[in-house]
């Protein structure tokens, strides 16, 4: 059985459509990451930094949302979300995977926070050629993989929607906005947002429960 340890409106949201999109029953245990101090410090056996998402699977916990991609795909791989080992495209679905979480967030965050980028101390690469590698990739293809979904896209829509549309650190560009339709317009991605709706909205409930 698999269980996602999910707050709602988190990194952990695009996990519910990961999830929806893959097709396997799962369970979702919601940590309240928002109360002060932060998640119950016993969750710290799940995850290190006490933060969403984490996935068990039969007993293994697995932390960081690139990783959880590749395990997800690699351990479901008749769902078709990420090319197999051997496969052409094997390749190029790790280095977006990575990609997403070394480059994107750092450099997305970077440029929110004006920080001056200094190539020769900085891993990440610089903001500008970030959008510009984005840009490019999503001109050239339906997906950053080209004809192929892939659990890639479930990440790099997730940073790409929220560089546009929250932190507006990047452009509302047509290409931006059309791939993020592209990939919203599916059933099981939009299941997933539904279903952290649902969550929510009982969160909420359940708050104002303990405030009366
Ligand atoms: N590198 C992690 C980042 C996860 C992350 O930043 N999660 C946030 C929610 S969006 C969190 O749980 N924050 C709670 C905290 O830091 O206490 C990943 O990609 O999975």
Known sequence: MLKLYHAPHSRSSRFLSLLEELGEPYEVEIVDIRRPGGAHESYRAIHPHKKVPALVHD?????????????????????????????????????????????????MFARSMHWEYEPLRAAFGKSEDVEQYLTDTLEDGDYVLGDEFSAAD????????????????????????????????????????????EFAAAAQAEQGQDAE
Request: net charge negative.
């Open 59 to 107: 007993g293994i916990v697995v932390t960081e949302s690139a990783a959880i991609c590749l395990y997800l795909t690699d351990a479901f791989p008749a769902a078709g979300l990420g090319p197999q080992i051997g496969e052409r495209l094997r390749g190029s679905y790790l280095s977006w995977l990575a990609y997403a979480a070394g480059v994107i967030e750092p450099a």
């Open 154 to 197: 479930v990440l790099i829509a997730s940073s790409i929607m929220y560089g546009v549309r929250i932190a507006k650190v990047l452009p509302e560009s047509e290409v931006f906005s059309a791939y993020l339709d592209r990939i919203f317009a599916r059933p099981g991605i939009q299941r997933g947002f539904e279903k952290d709706q």
